[in-house]
């Protein structure tokens, strides 16, 4: 099973630099193959907790080269949530590639474990008679707190249901699990490690150097 792994990351800095730097970004050092993934961006100011950036991703199987350069800066530029990171913003920026593993039809609402699964919730608005679906990766509910109760409701939400939320709604979901593999890495590491590699910094104006 691939794993996602620092080369992975450096490779979404990598696409993200050269975006800002009309270049052309460095082959990738990690084997191709097809998965499910995510890019997640966040920013982390002055020892604060990271604020999410952009987060966009597939839940279906892709190649991972051109699907991680493809999300590094679709999920940095253009999350309709989020206005498009700046490049002044890099340093201060960190990146986590989600690679999307084991994917299970859930017995109901409640069949998973907070911290170990996403989940894909499918339903049928019942105001609307149109079909919804949402999902959070494994991570989310458990940073946020959530009880399995809550991240099922918020998810409805995210998916754009704003009626009165029921139990007999919830039971009526279709609910798929599915855990993954993450590697996080905060743009110092990644100006380190490009030092070391290639002996030299990328030139990106308005950017300070990390030294």
Request: glycine share 6%; hydrophobic share 40%.
């Amino acid at each position: 099973m691939v794993s996602a792994n620092r080369e992975m990351a450096i490779y979404c800095f990598d696409n993200l630099v050269a975006y800002y730097s009309s270049d052309q970004a460095p082959a990738p050092a990690f084997e191709d193959g097809q998965h499910p993934l995510f890019v997640t961006w966040k920013k982390v100011l002055n020892g604060s907790e990271p604020r999410l950036r952009g987060c966009i991703g597939t839940l279906e199987a892709r190649g991972l080269i051109n699907g991680l350069k493809d999300y590094a800066l679709t999920s940095a530029l253009r999350d309709r949530r989020f206005p498009p990171v700046q490049a002044k913003e890099l340093p201060f920026l960190e990146c986590t590639v989600s690679i999307l593993t084991d994917y299970e039809t859930a017995l109901n609402h409640l069949d998973w474990e907070v911290g170990k699964h996403g989940l894909i919730i499918e339903f049928t608005d019942p105001d609307y008679n149109s079909r919804r679906s949402a999902t959070y990766l494994p991570e989310v509910a458990a940073h946020e707190g959530w009880t399995k109760i809550e991240a099922i409701d918020s998810l409805m939400r995210k998916a754009g249901y704003n009626g009165v939320i029921t139990e007999s709604l919830r039971k009526r979901l279709r609910v798929t699990r599915y855990q993954s593999t993450l590697y996080t890495m905060h743009y110092a590491e990644y100006i380190a490690h490009i030092k070391v590699i290639r002996g030299h910094l990328p030139a990106l104006n308005g950017v300070k150097p990390v030294i």
